[in-house]
């Protein structure tokens, strides 16, 4: 059975940073595409950032360029997503996502998804 845990997501003042944390249970993650999606209340999940099959990189939201970075250890079978330079706006639910196929900005592409962590950034 396919499950995505992550966590890693606190309370942080603007300008910090955070790393958070998808460790896979249930198949390998290098056999999927893995993203981060994030929802803010009242708003639609949106794509934050994908890591491929290959290891290539697929950024989705302009506003994280340059300041949020995905890598993965199949080692540990777990996905990282590196925030740094946090704004406000960044606050949301942050939620790891598989897809066998591709990294895609769809939600209903994905094929299996975690709980989610909360991360808020304060001004």
């Known amino acids: 059975q396919m499950q995505l845990v992550e966590s890693g997501g606190d309370l942080v003042q603007a300008g910090g940073s955070l790393r958070l944390s998808c460790v896979a249970s249930?198949?390998?993650?290098?056999?999927?595409?893995i993203g981060w999606f994030r929802q803010a209340p009242g708003k639609e999940r949106e794509a934050v950032i994908c890591?491929?099959?290959?290891?290539?990189?697929?950024i989705y939201a302009d506003s994280v360029k340059g300041r949020f970075t995905i890598s993965r250890d199949n080692a540990k079978n777990t996905v990282f997503l590196q925030m740094d330079s946090l704004k406000p706006e960044d606050t949301a639910r942050y939620y790891c996502?598989?897809?066998?196929?591709?990294?895609?900005?769809?939600?209903?592409?994905?094929?299996?998804w975690g709980q989610g962590t909360q991360v808020t950034v304060s001004s």
């Open positions: 249930g198949f390998t993650l290098d056999s999927y595409a």
């Open positions: 890591i491929r099959k290959s290891g290539s990189t697929a």
């Open positions: 996502a598989a897809d066998a196929w591709r990294c895609s900005e769809w939600v209903d592409e994905v094929d299996s």
